[in-house]
Nanobody
Framework: VQLQASGGGRVQPGGSLRLSCAASGSVLHIEVMGWYRQGPGKERELVASVTGDRITTYADSVKGRFTISSSIAARLWTLQMNSLQPEDTAVYYC??????????????WGQGTQVTVSS
């Protein structure tokens, strides 16, 4: 399974960006699709996730500004980021958790895409 993330870039405070992640390969039953980020000198943290049952979770710091959406069939999920602030600057990683009867739960990461919010 491979994850391909896209959509990062540089934006001014208050601006918007949209990240996308596409999964390819032998994806099994999808349990969770998500986005994490790691800022300079910080640990990787969950930004947003959505389960196969479409239950969403957001970090408190992004609630009301970021929206995660997904298509299980297309194996694609996006993160719409609005009202971006300098503290949102980080490398963003997409994440996929799937499960198979014999394989058990599996965890995959995309390559990371840089988001820089600066004037």
């Amino acid at each position: 399974v491979q994850l391909q993330a896209s959509g990062g870039g540089r934006v001014q405070p208050g601006g918007s960006l949209r990240l996308s992640c596409a999964a390819s390969g032998s994806v099994l039953h999808i349990e969770v699709m998500g986005w994490y980020r790691q800022g300079p000198g910080k640990e990787r943290e969950l930004v947003a996730s959505v389960t196969g049952d479409r239950i969403t979770t957001y970090a408190d710091s992004v609630k009301g500004r970021f929206t995660i959406s997904s298509s299980i069939a297309a194996r694609l999920w996006t993160l719409q980021m609005n009202s971006l602030q300098p503290e949102d600057t980080a490398v963003y990683y997409c994440n996929l958790v799937d499960r198979g009867i014999s394989e058990g739960q599996r965890n995959y990461w995309g390559q990371g895409t840089q988001v820089t919010v600066s004037s």
